[in-house]
């Protein structure tokens, strides 16, 4: 690609010990059990002269089927407006899965292509052969449509709810909002924003479940991780979610106390066990008084996501926001 080349580099670097995933007390295997210890701090964050870029290939090794964290405040810190991105790494049998839409969610911002996993297998000429197949024509401009989604996916994709699914298409596993919120930015071309706990809700279903009614019963509005820097540049704004316990998680309540969206076009979408919608809608109409917020979401059965790519589009193209091909 006749690129320059940025290396990722931790202050504390990882020792051959700190990579030792097969030791329950190396550094990478504690970091991976407790995530919020996992702030790598780097030696430089943002590449010199990086506005000058139009495309960007961020490349990093699979960590437990998801990109090494290491990468995380080079993704976060740094605007990807009117840049591709184009995502690839490395591993012996896993895919890239959902390792590259999550930093695309992460990041907030740019054109996140498909990205490509390498193995030890992998020739010069395979390598060429991708790189030369991409369209990296540069973004014409910033996307002013917005898909924040509340996705909560357990170490095995499972949606974490009180009617778990998981979703596998192409050997990618994913929540069934995550997939759907996927579905969507690819065929409007609006950015990724991914609504997420502060503190773990935990790993496995029942601990979660009973995190979520607890909060649901108390009124608790949890602190997110991660927050949109840039909300007056979208207009549109797609909110998706899972009902737990027949309401919204608290998750999003927190969401629409954080952020103001007077003004703009609230699009609700959402997946479920078998109560639809459930006074959802209404509720964002409560919480957000001075937006518009559509009555023609889409809301999905969690057991029909995995085959509704099709139904997705043609609701794109109903509510006339999937872009020209």
């Not at 943002?46 to 990468?71: K, S």
């Not at 596998?168 to 409007?188: L, P, R």
Request: proline fraction near 5%; charge should be negative; aromatic fraction near 12%.
């Amino acid at each position: 690609m006749d690129a320059d080349v940025f290396v990722i580099t931790p202050v504390n670097a990882y020792t051959s010990a700190d990579l030792n995933w097969s030791d329950s007390g190396s550094r990478v295997v504690q970091e991976h059990e407790h995530p919020d210890t996992r702030h790598v701090e780097l030696v430089q964050t943002t590449p010199d002269n990086f506005a000058d870029y139009d495309n960007v290939f961020i490349g990093y090794p699979i960590w437990w089927q998801e990109a090494a964290w290491v990468v995380d405040d080079f993704v976060k810190e740094n605007d990807f407006t009117g840049k591709n991105v184009i995502p690839f790494c490395t591993f012996m049998s896993s895919p890239l899965g959902e390792s590259g839409t999550k930093l695309a969610a992460m990041a907030g911002t740019g054109n996140w292509l498909d990205g490509m996993r390498f193995s030890s297998r992998s020739t010069r000429e395979s390598v060429q052969e991708w790189a030369a197949g991409l369209d990296l024509t540069k973004p014409e401009t910033a996307s002013n449509i917005l898909i924040a989604y509340l996705s909560y996916p357990l170490p095995d994709g499972v949606d974490a709810s009180t009617s778990a699914s998981r979703v596998v298409v192409d050997g990618q596993v994913s929540g069934s909002v995550e997939y759907m919120a996927n579905v969507i930015q690819k065929n409007t071309g609006g950015d990724l924003f991914a609504i997420q706990p502060a503190e773990s809700y935990g790993d496995d279903f029942n601990t979660v479940a009973d995190k979520a009614l607890s909060d649901q019963q108390n009124g608790v509005l949890p602190e997110l991780s991660d927050h949109i820097a840039n909300l007056d540049q979208y207009d549109t704004i797609f909110v998706g979610y899972p009902i737990w316990w027949y309401d919204m998680p608290q998750l999003m309540y927190s969401f629409f106390s954080e952020y103001d969206l007077s003004g703009k076009t609230i699009i609700p979408f959402n997946s479920h066990g078998g109560s639809g919608f459930s006074g959802s809608v209404e509720e964002i109409e409560e919480l957000e008084p001075n937006a518009t917020v559509r009555t023609d979401g889409l809301t999905l059965s969690r057991s029909v996501v995995a085959d509704s790519e099709n139904r997705i589009v043609t609701w794109l193209e109903t509510i006339g926001l999937k872009k020209s091909a």
